[in-house]
């Protein structure tokens, strides 16, 4: 008689853990805790936005639209593109729409990488990243941005783009969690390295819009013979609130188009239709949205510093996105506990004052030290919650 056995899941899915972002996310819940931990806005989109879903819905946009995106909506991406970094894409051959940043990458990765291969990481990184190189049958190799200043050692990062596997490299400016914002000179030393080692990079651009003080956004595809090996990636969960529709966007020369649209057509076949028909509604607000969305996140920023710092955090005003590393020394040790130990100081924040955060130990692979003593605070925020969190954070002011 043969006994039934439990089935053992793929050797893949071994490879990634549950996020931690995730479980702390879980966990700030059930403690009914202010979540500055995940990065999802609590404002809406912009009223015409949610209006022409609404629309879109009542109209009849229910059944599938064409793979690679909705015409109208590629052409308004396409369109966006070029007014905003004169960066050509034909829509018909070079822009997808995709099921958000997430899918995007992972059809980029599979579409451009082969079992064996070798994927540079600039971390801190997204965890989907991590998880693509693994769908792909490929390795990771980790290059750290490293604190305090959040820059790469640009050595480093040739060294790793010279590794005779490495196919590409995936990196995210304005940068979830430091904020910095890479300048041309970091922006140059990725592009040489990959004209010189033949390398696809692959550019997340999800937080495009949220530059602060002057700093300026610029994609890797404008620098010199960046363009045809290079996909840039970005989408509508930040720009525009929307982080539940699940809209995005590759833009790539067609070969590397053709390659990830095969992966996207076969897993997703499209992004939500009435949310694409909406969704050019959202590419066709005027520039004055975009100020506006800058002046309210900075004014964010500003005031999460501030609090950070009347609490006794060391936190420095980031440079883009809408996150901070703040260093945990002073509250730390003025609750008794290891400013070493981010994870229990994060636990001890969500128990003690009722605010969620993410240790920074959990952001790097290649050596978690360099997260050491800081938590990574989000502050896409109404003012009603960053008014919670100021009077939850009262106790560790002096
Ligand atoms: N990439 C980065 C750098 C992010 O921070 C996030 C969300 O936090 C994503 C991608 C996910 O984007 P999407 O919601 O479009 O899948």
């Not at 899918?103 to 579409?111: K, M, N, P, T």
């Not at 009347?310 to 509250?331: N, T």
Request: hydrophobic share 40%; with cysteine; glycine share 8%.
């Amino acid at each position: 008689m043969t006994h039934p056995s439990t089935p053992v899941p793929a050797r893949r899915t071994s490879e990634l853990v549950e996020s931690t972002i995730r479980g702390l996310t879980v966990y700030a819940a059930s403690k009914g805790a202010v979540n500055l931990g995940q990065g999802s806005p609590d404002i809406p989109p912009p009223a015409a936005v949610v209006e022409a879903a609404h629309r879109a819905l009542r109209e009849g946009a229910h059944q599938y639209v064409p793979t690679w995106g909705l015409p109208a909506l590629r052409e308004a991406i396409a369109a966006k593109t070029r007014r905003f970094y004169d960066l050509a894409y034909d829509p018909d051959l070079e822009t997808t729409v995709t099921c958000g940043v997430t899918e995007a990458v992972i059809s980029a990765l599979l579409g451009v990488v082969d079992r064996g291969d070798e994927v540079a990481i600039l971390e801190p990184a997204h965890e989907n990243y991590h998880a693509g190189v693994v769908f792909a049958g490929a390795t990771p190799v980790w290059v750290p941005i490293r604190p305090p200043e959040h820059r790469f050692d640009p050595d480093e990062l040739t060294r790793a783009l010279a590794r005779p596997k490495v196919r590409a490299v995936i990196f995210n400016s304005p940068h979830n969690p430091s904020g910095r914002v890479f300048g041309r000179d970091e922006l140059a030393a990725i592009a040489d390295a990959c004209v010189e080692h033949d390398v696809v990079a692959i550019s997340d651009e999800i937080y495009e819009h949220m530059t602060y003080d002057g700093r300026e956004h610029v994609p890797i595809a404008t620098l010199p013979d960046m363009r045809e090996r290079t996909i840039t990636i970005s989408g509508l969960s930040k720009s525009y609130a929307a982080t539940g529709w699940r809209v995005g966007w590759a833009h790539a020369p067609s070969a590397l188009s053709e390659a990830l649209r095969k992966v996207h057509d076969f897993t997703t076949i499209c992004a939500p239709s009435p949310l694409q028909v909406a969704s050019v509604t959202a590419m066709e607000l005027p520039a004055s949205y975009y100020d506006e969305l800058r002046a309210w996140y900075r004014e964010r920023r500003d005031r999460t510093v501030r609090m950070l710092r009347d609490a006794g955090f060391d936190a420095d005003p980031p440079e883009g996105a809408y996150y901070l590393m703040a260093g945990i020394d002073g509250p730390a040790r003025a609750a008794g506990l290891d400013p070493g130990d981010d994870a229990a100081f994060a636990r001890w924040l969500i128990d003690e004052l009722g605010v969620g955060t993410v240790p920074g130990t959990s952001f790097y692979r290649s050596d978690p030290d360099l997260g050491r003593g800081t938590v990574r605070v989000a502050f896409p925020k109404s003012d009603a919650t960053l008014d919670e969190v100021e009077r939850r954070l009262a106790p560790l002011r002096g």
